[in-house]
C-alpha cells in the first residue's frame, strides 16, 4: 500500500505524490508546540451549553434559490427544484468519538427524517465538522444522494458506505448534478486529516454551484492567504450570486488565520467575488476555537457598517434560519 491511504495519483502543482498542499499560500501546517502554546493561552470563554432552535420542514421542492440553515456548513440548498445539502453533519459531537470531542450547541434546523429527497451532498473535505460518516449513511440509506468531494475522500467514504454513488475530482473538474446543473469543484486554502499521520493526504475544496440560472459559492474551509484563489474564481466563473462563506472558528488569529476566515476576512472575499449576497457559515453550533459563540456575528455586522456595505447582502444565518434570493 502507498504511504498515501487516499490517493495516489500523479503530482502536481498542489500534490507532491504524497501530500496535498496551498501552492502560493500560507503555511496551515502546525506543530504540537504550537497548539500547546495555544491552549495555555486560550481565554476562559465558555459557550452555552445548549441554544433553542425550533426545526422547521422544508418544502419538497422550490424553484428559486433558497437556503436554510442546518448548523455550522451544513446548509440546504434548493434551486430549479434540486435539493442539495453542503458538508452534512447531524450527529452530536464532531469527533471520531461519540464520548469526547466539540459537542453542538444547538440542534440541527431540519430534521434528518424531514429532509426533502436529497439529489447531491457537495463535502468539501475530511474534518469531522464536515465528513460525518454516520449523517452520511443516513443520507445514504434514505437518498441515496450524488456525493461530489475531492480526490482521495472517496476512499474514507466508501470504507464504510461501499454503495455510495461518489464523483471525485482535482480542483478545476466539475461534475454534472441533472440537466443545467453542475458543481465546480474550486480551490480552498486549508488542509485535511481524520487522524494522526493522514495530515494533507486527501485534497479540501470549496465549489462553485451552476443551477437554475444561479451561481452559488459555497466556500467549505478556506482562509483568506493572499486572495489569489477568489479573484481566479471571479475571473473564471464572472459574478457570483451568492456566496456561502465561514465567519467562524478564527481565534487565535496567529494559529488559525491560515486556514480559517472570520468575518473581515469573508467580507473581502464576498467583494473579491463580486458577490451579490453573502451568507455567514461556520459558526454558532461547535465550539472549535477561542472567541465567543456570537462574536462571529457581531463582527461581521459591525465590519459591513465600517465597510458601509448593506447588512442584508451578508447575513449570519442561526439553525432553522431560511434566506430566498433572487
Known sequence: ??????????????????????????????????????????????????????????????????????????????????????????SDRASPFAFAGPRRVTAPGIRLRD????????????????LDIAT??????????????????????????????????????????????????????????RGLRDRRMALWCGFMLRAGGKLVYFAGDTGYGTGNIFRAMRERFGPTDLALLPIGAYDPRWFMAAQHTDPDDAIQIMRDLDA???????????????EGRDDPALRLAAGLADKGVDPARFVALHPADVAEFD
Open 276 to 290: 451579490r449576497a453573502a451568507v455567514g457559515i461556520h459558526w454558532g453550533t461547535f465550539k472549535l476555537t477561542d
Open 115 to 130: 429532509l426533502p429527497p436529497i439529489n447531491a451532498v457537495l463535502l468539501s473535505h475530511n474534518h469531522y465538522d464536515h
Open 1 to 90: 500500500m502507498p504511504h498515501n491511504p487516499y490517493y495516489d495519483g500523479p503530482a502536481s502543482d498542489h500534490f507532491d505524490g504524497d501530500r496535498f498542499f496551498n501552492p502560493g499560500e500560507p503555511e496551515t501546517d502546525r506543530s504540537l508546540g504550537d497548539l500547546l502554546r495555544w491552549k495555555r493561552a486560550a481565554p476562559d470563554n465558555p459557550w452555552p451549553g445548549s441554544v433553542a432552535v425550533a426545526p422547521i420542514i422544508p418544502e419538497l421542492g422550490v424553484e428559486r434559490l433558497r437556503v436554510t440553515m442546518v448548523g455550522h456548513a451544513t446548509l440546504l440548498i434548493q434551486v430549479a427544484g434540486l435539493n442539495l445539502l453542503t458538508d452534512p453533519v447531524w
Open 136 to 193: 452520511l449513511k443516513a443520507l445514504h440509506e434514505a437518498h441515496a444522494p450524488l456525493i461530489i468531494t475531492p480526490l482521495g475522500n472517496d476512499r474514507i467514504i466508501r470504507r464504510h458506505i461501499p454503495a455510495a454513488r461518489i464523483e471525485t475530482g482535482d480542483w478545476g473538474e466539475h461534475f454534472a448534478i441533472a440537466p443545467g446543473a453542475e458543481a465546480h469543484i474550486v480551490p480552498a486554502t486549508h488542509w485535511s486529516s
